[in-house]
């Protein structure tokens, strides 16, 4: 009994986030998943310092066009005699920021409008829930699609499309949790006081509900990375030179038959940037909600 | 169970309707229409417009919504712009190569995964689990499209196995399934291992074991029959994913299904066959995820004493 005691003091002397962070490093996988994820975000932030985009990524230098790997070009070189290493290498910047910044459209309006529903109940959750409903009964990838063949070819209509169809995971997480929290006493005693709605949402309830909403939103971007290049292999993403992963499958895939290697180092890149962000989203799930783990 | 299945299928006419008004208006968004496109070179102003006047496409776009809406009451999806065909027939025409994919690739991710699971379950936190586990996430990770091409390239180019396309021949089908089958296996897998891990540590098993039941049946007949309901959950959303998601995989084998003509009507801006095809899709998976849901009763009588609780509770409130 005693001992149960002095445990929980010195868990509660270490604090939250001392805690999860104990949690999460001893899991080895989501600290290989982080360490990879902190390397690309490096590439992906110093781009412009590591390479020059005009030289190195999209000029062309026909002389060298469709070279096998070798020490001089690592990956191989394009159609266009372009280094296949340095165009995946400064991809990181496009593909990366298309994820990022999709998923933060879709966590914004997703939350916003899930915390409205969680919190306000009756005709306005009916609504927001019953179009989300809507949203979601098209298969993500048409929406997407439809979205940008509709706005045109274009890296924000890209960002754009992916990030509305994540919207409604984020709503229904965000609406779910809101609920769980939405009659605790802290909350009551805030309306007692007389705060407005939205500082009751966004000081008390949200903080409260992070932890759900952090990992949709690793993992989200992880599936969004594929999304965006999805659509851009289908020639709806970012248009060419710019250095996408997507599309410089989609150019591989021309040359499929001879030139296998520039099928094979773009898609490389795709699912070790996911794999990372995926292996450090089931790390954050365990340390953050010990309830999911299993 | 009837009232539910009735409730449900209710339900599906809001989602319809928010579904074709949402891609109906979508589509009116676009910058030019199918006139542009398919006018002969040289169409004068007039020309445009009489085609135009034609299609009905000079009016606002609500009363072209509302005529459309108007159609499919008579089961009218309306008329391709381009190629002049009946938008269900078309649709229809495409969709059995779709329903065969789709369940060739189930097919394949069940024979892969289901196994693996039961698999890594019994032998939990060993290596060989560990490294199932791995697989499972890498095949998650993988772009499928991407996964198709690497097939392509291996057993379609390098060793002469398979077409690397078309729907013409029989072994067509093997590589499109395999590559979606791949996708959809890492999550079957781990559903399948998290499932079984629950129900291997009930009571009832470490009787059936001290019955002197080989270990053999104790797992395969005894635990895999209760670890069921989630397998069974993740097959039907996946099914209903692939049915209205292989847009990728039917475009890198030339697959001769709805997505492909999707992606292909968009690009030809022909709003009928998009909205339609889209709405087709939607009534599909809605319809296939009610079935998984009453499948659940089937298998599981204590769902099936939800349903008539709720209903229960319902009548009292």
């Known amino acids: 009994m005693a001992k149960t005691m002095e445990q929980t003091t010195e868990r509660k002397a270490r604090g939250q986030v001392a805690e999860i962070w104990h949690q999460f490093s001893r899991n080895k996988g989501a600290m290989v998943g982080s360490f990879i994820v902190l390397v690309i975000a490096f590439i992906a932030i110093f781009a412009d310092v590591l390479l020059d985009y005009d030289t190195q990524v999209v000029g062309q230098n026909v002389a060298e066009r469709l070279q096998w790997p070798s020490a001089a070009h690592w990956f191989g070189t394009d159609e266009l005699g372009r280094d296949i290493f340095f165009r995946i290498l400064y991809g990181t910047r496009f593909s990366c920021s298309v994820g990022l910044v999709a998923v933060s459209i879709g966590l914004v309006i997703g939350v916003t409008l899930g915390a409205i529903a969680g919190f306000f109940g009756g005709a306005l959750e009916e609504v927001i829930m019953r179009s989300t409903d809507i949203l979601s009964a098209v298969p993500n990838m048409l929406m997407a699609i439809v979205i940008v063949s509709v706005l045109g070819q274009s890296i924000w209509n890209l960002m754009l499309a992916v990030g509305i169809t994540s919207v409604p995971q984020f709503v229904r997480i965000t609406r779910a949790a809101v609920l769980t929290v939405r009659n605790q006493e802290y909350v009551e005693a805030s309306k007692a006081i007389g705060l407005t709605n939205g500082k009751i949402i966004f000081k008390h309830i949200l903080p409260n509900c992070l932890s759900p909403i952090i990992v949709q939103a690793t993992l989200r971007v992880a599936s969004a990375i594929i999304s965006a290049s999805s659509l851009s292999f289908l020639g709806l993403g970012v248009p060419a030179p710019a250095p996408e992963w997507g599309s410089l499958l989609s150019g591989g895939r021309k040359y499929i038959r001879d030139y296998s290697y520039m099928t094979l180092f773009p898609g490389l890149a795709i699912m070790i940037t996911v794999l990372a962000l995926n292996m450090m989203g089931d790390g954050l799930r365990d340390s953050l909600d010990p309830k999911l783990k299993k | ?317």
């Open chain 2, 1 to 317: 169970m009837h009232r539910y299945i009735i409730k449900r299928l209710l339900l599906m006419i809001p989602v319809i309707i928010g579904v074709s008004f949402l891609v109906f208006f979508i589509m009116d968004l676009a910058p030019g229409d199918a006139v542009d496109l398919m006018a002969p070179e040289g169409a004068t102003a007039e020309d445009l417009m009489a085609i135009r006047h034609d299609l009905g496409l000079d009016q606002p776009v609500v009363i072209r919504y509302i005529r459309y809406m108007g159609g499919m009451l008579h089961g009218d999806m309306g008329i391709s712009y381009v190629s002049k065909t009946d938008v269900f027939d078309t649709y229809m025409q495409k969709l059995p190569a779709t329903i065969k994919l789709s369940f060739a690739s189930i097919l394949v991710s069940v024979l892969l995964s289901v196994p693996l699971g039961i698999y890594s379950a019994t032998r939990q936190g060993t290596i060989q689990d560990n490294i199932s586990m791995v697989l499972a996430m890498i095949g998650l990770s993988m772009p499928n499209f991407w996964l198709g091409l690497l097939l392509i390239i291996a057993f379609s180019l390098h060793i002469h196995l398979f077409p690397s396309g078309g729907d013409q021949t029989l072994s067509a089908i093997v590589l499109p399934a395999l590559t979606i089958g791949t996708g959809l296996m890492a999550t079957l897998t781990r559903t399948t291992r998290s499932s079984m891990l629950d129900v291997l540590k009930q009571e009832y098993l470490r009787t059936a074991r001290a019955k002197g039941i080989p270990e053999k049946t104790v797992v395969m007949s005894h635990a895999l029959r209760n670890a069921l309901i989630p397998i069974i959950t993740i097959i039907g959303t996946q099914l209903a994913g692939v049915l209205g998601g292989s847009v990728l995989t039917e475009t890198v084998f030339a697959w001769p299904g709805v997505g492909r003509l999707i992606v292909d009507s968009l690009n030809m801006r022909d709003t009928p066959l998009v909205t339609g095809s889209i709405i087709m899709t939607t009534i599909l998976l809605s319809i296939v995820l009610l079935l998984v849901d009453l499948l659940y009763a089937v298998v599981d009588p204590r769902i099936k004493a939800q349903y008539i609780i709720k209903r229960g509770r319902k009548k009292r409130g």
